[in-house]
């Protein structure tokens, strides 16, 4: 039956349209798959006029056919929203939900152009990891123009075309305003992932002695936490930590109105969102590295505060450089992470995660196994990169084009970022054949230099304002999608892989 509905749509329509045959789904008589012709992606739904006369899709045309034995409609629908919620309602594991309620660790697949979860999908097949599909940071979201409903909406399309039936998570990354938050409430966001750098004093390690101990005895909650913390000794593993005046006043100083922050997020969470969610607290954007009795304060203070939260995202020890390798004295950061695997089972509740997680090939299986398996890792950025790459393989002509844009933008661009990277080591593309320009994905420069600009390339327009290269981008991938999913498939398995114990 359900093929037989498929072939008299694929005849009817003459082969306008290929059919994504995962995504076909039945439900009380009626049929729901995603199609595409040469230019678009389209819902299509059938059934019986009766049956469809309940559903509220949007429709761009319908076809009514009858082959003798079959009487169906056919309903040819855009990709909106709408018509999403649509679907939602009718197969409820479309909708996203939290991690919490799984055993096994989870990892975040950010998707700056919003049409690689497919490829995301078939990279999590067989593995026992928990996937967040949905997961962009405010930064990434104003880059790319999009929203987190679009980030959220593009990445269920993507479940729907592969026919997954989840288990999925979404994560509102690097949230900094309530706007914001309050923007993800609605979007029904499942991870929420706070970011307080803004209330976070990085320059507490500039004071003088004097200067920090005055500025310390100027706080009124002082005394509180001294009385919680001040010569206290916690057994971590074999390690004794203990907060000396000197050490509790500088992380007090550096974090205490970060806390507060979290809290006051924390609150308006709870209040607003009525469904069940998880939060994290990202304490990565910062200059240095989370040392593990500053870790120990956060987490003991946001437990004694009553915020719940799921995953913490400390600062780990040595450079962690976009779309690249590990860089810094693995050992170091081995026995580091070490402490803070103990400070998380001594306090309990939470797991570690590890954000700028692309490609770091070398960190994976210390990751994996000192967590015991107890973590969270993001990428996002990596995911681009094999789209450029796809571009330049199947288009290089248009990749040329990038490249040379993305060397004018990348001095601008690099601002929000620590990277190392040194432009004069990336070759002259004048001088590289077509079929050369994939070998720039494995030069660590010149992967930077895509990966940071992607902002700057997608929104670049041309004098009469059309888009200079993301129409064109995309066009490319739509073409040679099989490539293009193929690509980031691997790439991301290629990660998930060396997480799997
Ligand atoms: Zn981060």
Redesign the pocket.
């Known amino acids: 039956m359900r093929q037989k509905a498929i072939d008299l749509f694929i005849k009817t329509f003459n082969q306008q349209y290929d059919v994504y045959p995962l995504s076909v789904k039945e439900r009380d008589n009626c049929y729901f798959f995603l199609l595409k012709d040469k230019e678009k992606k389209y819902l299509a739904v059938a059934g019986k006029p009766a049956d469809l006369q309940r559903l509220n899709f949007s429709t761009k045309k319908e076809k009514k056919i009858s082959d003798g034995e079959l009487d169906l409609l056919f309903k040819i629908c855009h990709m909106t929203h709408e018509n999403l919620s649509q679907l939602q309602l009718i197969f409820k594991y479309l909708k996203p939900t939290c991690s919490k309620k799984f055993p096994e660790p989870s990892f975040g697949t950010g998707d700056r152009l919003g049409i690689a979860t497919p490829a995301h999908i078939q990279a999590f097949k067989g593995k026992n990891i928990f996937p967040i599909l949905a997961q962009l940071?405010t930064r990434e979201i104003t880059r790319t123009e999009s929203s987190l409903q679009r980030v959220m909406d593009n990445a269920i399309w993507g479940c729907f075309e592969m026919g997954f039936e989840g288990p999925f998570g979404s994560d509102a990354?690097?949230i900094k305003d309530l706007d914001n938050l309050q923007e993800a409430i609605n979007c029904g966001f499942t991870l929420y992932?706070l970011?307080p750098s803004d209330y976070i004093n990085n320059d507490i390690a500039k004071y003088s002695k004097s200067e920090l101990k005055q500025k310390y005895q100027e706080l009124p909650e002082r005394h509180e936490i001294e009385k919680r913390y001040l010569d206290r000794e916690f057994n971590i593993g074999k390690e004794k930590l203990s907060f000396g005046q000197d050490s509790l006043a500088e992380i007090v100083l550096t974090y205490g109105e970060a806390i507060k922050y979290i809290v006051k997020f924390y609150k308006f969470l709870k209040e607003k969102n009525k469904e069940d969610f998880e939060l994290e607290v990202?304490i990565?954007?910062t200059p240095g590295p989370t040392s593990p009795l500053a870790h120990l304060w956060i987490v003991s203070e946001l437990q004694y505060r009553g915020v719940s939260f799921q995953n913490l995202?400390p600062h780990f020890i040595g450079d962690w450089e976009k779309g690249i390798e590990y860089v810094g004295d693995i050992n170091t950061f081995k026995k580091e992470l070490e402490l803070h695997c103990q400070i998380v089972s001594h306090v309990g509740g939470y797991k570690l995660s590890l954000?700028?997680g692309s490609d770091k090939f070398s960190v994976y299986p210390i990751f994996a196994s000192e967590t015991g398996n107890l973590f969270h890792i993001?990428t996002a950025g990596t995911s681009w990169l094999e789209a450029a790459k796809t571009v330049s393989l199947c288009q290089p002509d248009l990749y040329r084009e990038i490249h040379n844009f993305a060397l004018t933008c990348f001095e601008r661009d690099r601002f929000s970022y620590q990277l190392t990277t040194d432009l004069k080591k990336i070759p002259d593309i004048e001088r590289l054949k077509d079929e050369e320009l994939v070998t720039l994905f494995s030069n660590n420069n010149a992967r930077q230099l895509i990966h940071i600009t992607y902002g700057s390339i997608l929104r670049e327009r041309d004098e009469e304002g059309r888009y200079r290269f993301k129409d064109r981008i995309y066009q490319t991938l739509f073409t040679y999608e099989k490539a293009h999913y193929q690509a980031v498939a691997e790439h991301i398995k290629g990660h998930l892989d060396l997480l799997s114990l």
Do not use: Q, V
């Open positions: 940071s990354d690097h992932t970011d990202s990565d954007e995202a954000h700028s993001k």
